[in-house]
């Protein structure tokens, strides 16, 4: 029993010492808790204080809100309905109850209202509408304009708009009118986008319709379009270095036969594949029944097509012998005219032959742009192509290869399959522009690259890469343009070999 006893614990302090030690570990207890409480409350009370500080500098940045709802009310509750209005205009049969305010944004109406015409004091005032291409249509959405922040506009009314427009004097409607016409044109309108461009001043807007008509005259032939074509518009294209000519300047002359016919038969409905075909049957039959022999352009059914046909590159036409003898046959073509050219083809051989004359050396953009000859193939897909320009260029035999997304030019002076007469100089040079592009459905510029006006030597079958093509620039079909200058403009400063 003492041993058991032995072993039990010592019994546990009195009472009081007890409750000391609890009492002292509960004041630890409380104090670490209170700590932390109160660390977390700083750190709550330094989040609330950034999110104050974050909630005063939302407060205090500006926002710009459109009340799209005031818009709407003004535009319906002033211009649509007209209330409080203090001037009525009157134009083509109708009236528009409208607000002075509103209508000195016109700079038309400024000057109405701050000078001392009479009408500045008029509650009613009668417009004289002088130009055609304004209706009440296109006042409603002009007038309408001033009451609102965003105008919708039609392609197929934006003449009359903009007609309207620039009348009253509405800068901003007259260049969303542009952007307009810049995004919609098209065979359907181009015509009609360039000639009321130049009318109301939009130069941006000729330009871009110039550019499109080169683009696609003769790589999406239209036969509404050839029609709608006038003299002048097809004088500058021609003329144009930039046209994109496809095959030869043969090919231009066949597309100026398919024009010329539109113009003076506008009633022909036909296929674009048979135009050529009828055009040249109309030339014969108005021959046979006239027994003419006077060349078309002499007539008076023909002299108003004479400036056009004058810008023809002849001396392209008449290197090949086959397209010679369409000109002669087709009698369109006054023949001093053709005389001429003969002389200068035959001086130029002449040049090159006796006096070595390798090609042009130094830059002459004015010469490249004037006389260089125009060329074009269509890639439908992708591959590998090669082609030649045939006819007499002076000894210079130039192969044009697209293959692995590179262009080549190669002189070629070995292989003759064609039997065309091939310079021997040891170096020939020309001078070259090169140009792809693809199209949309509408004839817009899907891509293009250019290499430039260049000057190029080279030497017997040598080769030359000149364009390296991104794969991701590119779509099909691919129209390719070139423009080649093979011989240096006559100089007046050449010796006399006489002397």
Known sequence: MGS??????????????????????????????KRKRNAQCDCERDDDDEEDDDDDALLDTPRRQKLKSTSK????????????????????????????????????????????????????????????NIDTEALQVVFGSLYRDDVLIKPSRVINILAAASMLQ????IQQCGETMKENISAKTVCRYYASAGIYGLNSIMKKSLEWLLSNLMTHQNVDLMKEIGVEVMEKLIQSSDLFVMQVEMDVYSTLKKWMFLQLNPSWDGPIKQLLADAEA???????????RNPFLNTDEGVPFRSVFKCLRLQYILNDLASARVLERDNILPSDWLTEMYKNQWITMLRTECENDNGPQESNKQEFELNSMRCGRKLSKDGDYCWRWTGFNFGFDQLVT???????????????????????QPQRHLA????????????????????????????????????????RLLSFPLY????????????????????
């Open 432 to 471: 070259y522009r090169l140009r792809l592009a693809s199209f949309d459905s509408n004839g817009k510029l899907v891509c293009s690259r250019t290499t430039g006006y260049q000057l190029l030597s080279l030497e017997k079958d040598q080769e030359c890469v000149v364009m390296n093509l991104d794969s």
């Open 282 to 292: 109309w030339l014969c039959k108005r021959r046979t029944d006239l027994c003419e």
């Open 170 to 173: 509405l800068d901003g409607l």
């Open 402 to 424: 697209y293959t692995n997304r590179f262009i080549v030019f190669k002189r070629n002076t070995l292989s003759q399959p064609f039997g065309g007469a091939v310079s021997l």
């Open 73 to 132: 009310y003004i535009y319906q509750t002033l211009f649509l309905n007209g209330e409080n209005s203090d001037i009525c205009i009157c134009a083509l049969g109708e009236k528009w109850n409208l607000h002075k305010v509103y209508l000195c944004q016109s700079g038309y109406f400024s000057s109405m209202f701050s000078g001392s015409w009479k009408e500045s004091n008029m509650v009613e005032i009668n417009l004289e509408i002088p130009d055609q």
């Open 4 to 33: 058991l006893g032995s072993s039990c614990q010592s019994p546990p302090e009195g009472p009081e010492e007890a409750g000391e030690g609890t009492s002292a570990c509960h004041k630890q207890n409380c104090e670490f808790k």
């Open 480 to 499: 390719v343009c070139c423009n080649f200058l093979y011989t240096s403009p006559p100089s007046d400063n050449r010796p006399d070999s006489s002397e």
